[in-house]
């Protein structure tokens, strides 16, 4: 391992990512920005992950390859790959996940150029393994323009496309994320970890087509138990393993978070106001999406107690 501070740091967490990660490491290694470490975090894989990566990290010394003794959750592991990192950048890189070789310094060279910008992106693909298809997923994160000076205008922007954009796959200021609370345990906790960051700065977004997400059938979204649409207690097991859960809420956790952050950010208090009010009273009554799960949570818990109650009588 060389002692020189890269630039750019990829952290790449990974469980059992065996079917994909070749390619994910092997688009790292082929970009043409060649300044940067990857840092590979395996969360106790069972298949031939650790095998593969060791292998890659052999023959290039950008490479640190780390193995936690059991498996840590998703978020811890998403976490531990920042804190090993060093570089003046970071990145998230998915194990099944692709980018193309000019991804990085089309990247770097937007934040180098924007010093207001606290993460940078391009356009995206959804490349579908079932049904064999590829998909440009221009306008769900394209056309928003969250690199606005206004704190009000990015989060409106940005709140319309929570859940459905990559923003969080894109190069980010290793400085500022330091100063949030990264990914918690929690469901949801990426749409927060967006929110804190671009309650810091602005998004910015190049126009091509660099960087693929993948769907299949172990992909995250895949494996989430949505039963009676509910994300619930698979999704929250996937981010902390450790925690036994009755019920999960996460849109009503994510609206306290959010009315948190807001309130916790060095806004003034017109911009605080504003923004909370267009939170509760403009965007989440209009967005049949928020409308749905909130009374579906509320409508699940409901119930929950009332099964702890019947059984307490019983």
């Known amino acids: 391992m060389s002692n020189k501070q890269p630039r750019v740091s990829i952290g790449l967490p990974v469980y059992n990512g065996e ?80 980018a193309e070789p000019e991804f990085l310094a089309r990247c770097v060279d937007l934040l180098d150029r924007e010093p207001t910008l606290v993460l940078a992106c391009t356009q995206f693909m959804m490349r579908d393994e079932l049904k064999g298809t590829t998909q440009f997923l221009k306008g769900a994160t394209a056309d928003y323009e969250i690199g606005s000076p206004s704190t009000y205008a990015r989060f409106r922007k940005l709140f319309v496309v929570l859940g459905h954009n990559g923003a969080i796959w894109g190069l980010m200021r290793s400085q500022l994320l330091k100063e949030t609370h990264l990914i918690r345990h929690f469901p ?76 916790r950010s060095r806004e003034d208090i017109g911009t605080k106001l504003a923004t909370i009010g267009f939170l509760y009273f403009v965007a989440v009554p209009k967005h049949r999406r928020w409308r749905k799960m909130l009374s579906g949570e509320l409508l699940f818990t409901v119930r929950q107690l009332f099964k702890q109650r019947k059984q307490q009588i019983i």
């Open 188 to 263: 949801g906790a990426d749409d927060c970890f967006l929110v804190e960051l671009i309650l810091k700065g602005g998004f910015g977004q190049i126009p091509e087509y660099l960087y693929t997400m993948r769907t299949h059938s172990q992909a995250y979204h895949r494996i989430k138990d949505r039963q009676n649409g509910l994300e619930g207690l698979e999704e929250a097991h996937w981010f902390d393993p450790t925690k036994l859960h009755i019920w999960v809420l996460p849109y009503w956790r994510r609206l306290w978070e959010f009315f948190l952050l807001i309130v």
């Open 19 to 98: 079917p994909f990660i070749k390619e994910a490491i092997e688009s790292i290694l082929a970009q043409t920005f060649e300044d940067f470490e990857l840092i590979i975090s395996d969360n106790a894989s069972s298949d031939r992950t650790q095998e593969i990566c060791q292998a890659y990290a052999a023959k290039d010394g950008r490479i640190r390859y780390y193995r936690n003794e059991e498996n840590l959750g998703a978020a811890r592991n998403f976490n531990r790959v920042f804190e090993l990192s060093r570089g003046e950048y970071f990145k998230w890189q998915p194990a099944d996940e692709t």
